[in-house]
């Protein structure tokens, strides 16, 4: 039996992912800052799928912690998804740094840290599918939210260069970009419903991916597109934008 490793496993998506990989037969074991707070979905899951399930302590921002925490995992993982990320408010980040470094550090420093780790060991073990749940924001720069943006470009410039790096030892590396996701995370943003995904169909679209071996998928399948046309705005255009 496989083990999928969760690392901030409260999230929406996280649950989703947790739900998904247990009812194809993998063990779970899901991280979060407060593993209490798991105690609910832990026996949920156990029950539902009949397969191990454990929860555990993971802080993204504890970078000295981050040997540890993956050293002490018992079984180590088979699969590795980032999901922990912080949408933070783009206006506070404009003029406080600790905010601005908050959204930085959660999603982009703290995966780094423990990806490090993980792609260590893979290579070495020669096997392992490490997944990143980044995001369209980091497609292209927008005013609305530019700190989040360009902390999650990060993360998909080193999930590129991880999947570079480690294909030759035969590791798969997976770049997950969702788009407008209805979630705790958004609850009150004014989502269009045409192009925002629900948590499942988000967790649908990673598992089918990972079993297909694929290198990068959009969620929904539509913002591969969307995408494509944003990135192609002549810039004397774009800036004049409102996004």
Excluded: C
């Amino acid at each position: 039996m496989k083990n999928v490793l969760i690392l901030g496993a409260v999230s929406d998506i996280a649950q989703a992912l947790a739900h998904k990989y247990g009812q194809e037969g993998y063990s779970l074991t899901l991280a979060a800052r407060k593993a209490s707070r798991l105690d609910e979905a832990v026996t949920d899951l156990q029950i539902r799928y009949r397969v191990p399930v454990q929860a555990v302590e993971f802080d993204a921002l504890a970078f000295d912690g981050h040997a540890g925490f993956y050293a002490s995992l018992a079984p180590q993982p088979d699969v590795v998804i980032v999901v922990f990320g912080y949408l933070g408010e783009q206006k506070k980040a404009e003029h406080d740094f600790a905010e601005a470094k908050a959204i930085i550090d959660t999603n982009y420093t703290g995966v780094v840290s423990i990806l490090n780790i993980v792609a260590n060991d893979f290579e070495r073990r020669r096997a392992g599918t490490i997944i990143g749940i980044s995001s369209v924001a980091g497609d292209r720069g927008r005013g609305s939210n530019y700190v989040y943006g360009s902390a999650k470009a990060g993360f998909t410039a080193y999930l590129s260069g991880l999947r570079n790096r480690l294909a030759k030892a035969g590791v798969h590396v997976l770049t997950v970009k969702p788009g407008f996701v209805r979630t705790k995370m958004t609850a009150g943003l004014p989502l269009p419903g045409p192009v925002t995904a629900r948590p499942e169909q988000v967790a649908a679209d990673v598992f089918k991916a990972d079993r297909g071996k694929a290198n990068q998928v959009y969620s929904l399948w539509m913002w591969r597109y969307v995408m494509l046309i944003i990135r192609h705005i002549p810039e004397p255009i774009f800036k004049r934008m409102s996004l």
